[in-house]
């Protein structure tokens, strides 16, 4: 499997954090209020952090 | 795949108006999965509300909506279902809207078995109006108007749900996201009144009152404490004090509302 592409609309982001906290891989970290990816080839595509996010500002895109 | 949220919200709409990390976004996007999954056409599929910032949820969505009065969806929701009975009718809001001044439209919704699905988001406080305490509002819990602890006992949505007579009752909380469309999905697919209580989130009136440091810390107690209802089953009272039990906690079949109200219609006209 190719490695998921992550989005991030970042106007959308709130900054919760929840993302952050739910990636089980430590791809995405704050960057004050926003989410930021910052180890994106870990990511394992599973999905946590677009089905928690509140906000519709993180996308895993698979294709 | 990234879900295709898109076509089911009103374009520019976002970003929403509710706070950072509230959960009552993580609702609405599991009630968007819910109907995908269920297939349900855009005309033929109306969101009721109230008022509350739960209630807020369908003026971003696309479809027949109406944001009506404090306390008043479940009533108008009754209304369109009867003369609609063919529309799929959902309603959903806030533990204020649905059970302290909607508590009477609450309960006669369920006693009367009408076809709809109720997604209610109990977060345990009034979030709109700056977190004075709701029926939902833990024993012991700060509020803006119990800033000394809540003494009332609390309401448990679901158990009303049951005993005033709805015939699906379901309970998840924010943190399971995937469980909320399950449960959501099952109650449009089931006939009669079905009550989806969600526990939710207002990290900004009830969370920072009651010693959360945040959001995050709000949902892995959520996660901590639920106890899936198979589970339950095995568990002593004492073992069960404080959880959350989540799952299907209720489904029956009986007869539905729109159905004997047409043999009603059937039975005057032959007179
Ligand atoms: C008749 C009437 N009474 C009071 C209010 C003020 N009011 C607006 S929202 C609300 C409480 C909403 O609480 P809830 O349904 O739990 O929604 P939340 O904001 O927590 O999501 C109240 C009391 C009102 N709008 N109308
Ligand atoms: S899809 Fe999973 S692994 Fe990838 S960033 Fe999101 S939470 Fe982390
Ligand atoms: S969960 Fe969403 S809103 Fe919250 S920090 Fe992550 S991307 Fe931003
Ligand atoms: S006040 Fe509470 S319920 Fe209202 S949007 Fe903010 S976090 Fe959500
Ligand atoms: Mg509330």
Redesign the pocket.
Known sequence: MNTPRLEIIEHYCKGCSICVEFCPTNVLEMDGFLAKVIRPEACIGCMQCELRCPDFAIKVHKD | MAFDYDKYLRPGKLPH???PG?G?GIVLKGLLRAIDACELEKNRTAIVSGIG??SRLPGYVDFNTLHTAHGRAAAFATGIKMAQPDMNVLVVGGDGDGVAIGGNHFIHACRRNIDMTYVLMN?FIY??TGGQFSPCTPTGDKASTTPYGNPDPTFDISKLAIGAGATFVARTTAYHATQIDKLIAEGIRHKGMAIIEVLDD????YGRRNKFRSVVDMMKRFKELAVPVAKAATMSKEELDGKIVTGILHREERPEYCEQYAEVIKRAQNL
């Open positions: 108006i509710w706070c509230c009552h910032c739960a977060n979030g709109m207002c990290p900004t009136t």
